[in-house]
Every structure is written in structure tokens, then in C-alpha cells.
């Protein structure tokens, strides 16, 4: 599977972004995709999440501002960030699970977020 992520850029305090992940290869053995950010000099964290069946998950600090969601028929994923805050500046990385017998997960390439004024 291989993962391409793109949307990041800078945009002010309030305002908003789409950051898109889409997959190519064996997609049929995605159970889940998922959006992790790493601020600087900090841990990868989660984002959201969303599974093959349709439900998501979201780390409490953007709960109410972001949405994950996806286009089947583009194999893309899109998180919707609005009302931005300073604190979610961070480099944004896609990943997917596989189940390949056991599960594996894959990760894409980071895009840059910076919410600044």
C-alpha cells in the first residue's frame, strides 16, 4: 500500500484546511486509515481515524473542529480541520492498516500544517 498526503500550507488562527491521503496498491487489505501529527519535539500522536466499516474516532483536542471521512471511489481520505488553533500546528502523516495475515501498517509522507497569524 502506498500512501500519498497532501494539503498542508499555513493558514491564520479560525480558519481552515483539507488534507487529503490517497492510497494505491493493495487497498483491499485496508481495515483502517488514520491521521497522526508530530509537533516539534514532541510524540506522534492520533488524529482520527476511520475504519473500513465507516466509524471514526478522534483525539480529544479536535473533537468538534475536525472530520475525517473518505472517497471510495477516489481511494482518499480527507480530514477537514476548521477553527484552527496555534497548538495544532504539526507535521500531519497518514496511515493505513493492513491485514496481510497479520496486520501492517503503512505510512505516508508528511505534510506541513502551520497555524500562525
Known amino acids: 500500500v502506498q500512501l500519498q498526503a497532501y494539503g498542508g500550507g499555513l493558514v491564520q488562527p479560525g480558519g481552515s484546511l483539507r488534507l487529503s491521503c490517497a492510497a494505491s496498491?493493495?487497498?483491499?487489505?485496508?481495515?483502517?486509515v488514520g491521521w497522526y501529527r508530530q509537533a516539534p519535539g514532541k510524540q506522534r500522536e492520533s488524529v482520527a481515524t476511520?475504519?473500513?466499516?465507516?466509524?471514526?474516532n478522534y483525539a480529544d483536542p479536535v473533537k468538534g473542529r475536525f472530520t475525517i471521512s473518505r472517497n471510495n471511489a477516489k481511494n482518499t481520505v480527507y480530514l477537514q480541520m476548521n477553527s484552527l488553533k496555534s497548538e495544532d500546528t504539526a507535521v500531519y502523516y497518514c496511515?493505513?492498516?493492513?491485514?496481510?495475515?497479520?496486520?501492517?501498517?503503512?505510512w505516508g509522507q508528511g505534510t506541513q500544517v502551520t497555524v500562525s497569524s
Open positions: 496498491g493493495s487497498i483491499f487489505s485496508i481495515v483502517a
Open positions: 496511515n493505513a492498516v493492513g491485514r496481510v495475515g497479520a496486520l501492517v501498517n503503512y
Open positions: 476511520i475504519t473500513s466499516g465507516g466509524v471514526t
